[in-house]
């Protein structure tokens, strides 16, 4: 039976926040643990991860293969 498989370009919204979690952390260390910078270390590793995926974001976010 030909069933299509959705295949999604974009990680699950709580892989998506963990590798943003990550990357501000390794923000954070890399500034010498400085505090007073979270949210800052939080956007810049969020723009980083997002624009690491475009390149993989097909049309509507959804790629339809058929077996």
Known sequence: M???????????EPML??????RAYYLFVRRGKREGHALDDWLKA????????QPYRIRDSFLFRGN
């Not at 969020?46 to 995926?53: G, L, S």
Request: charged share 30%; net charge negative; aromatic share 4%.
């Open 2 to 12: 030909n069933c299509p498989i959705i295949v999604h370009d974009w990680l699950p």
């Open 46 to 53: 969020e723009n980083e991860i997002v624009h690491e995926m």
């Open 17 to 22: 926040e963990h590798e943003i979690r990550l």
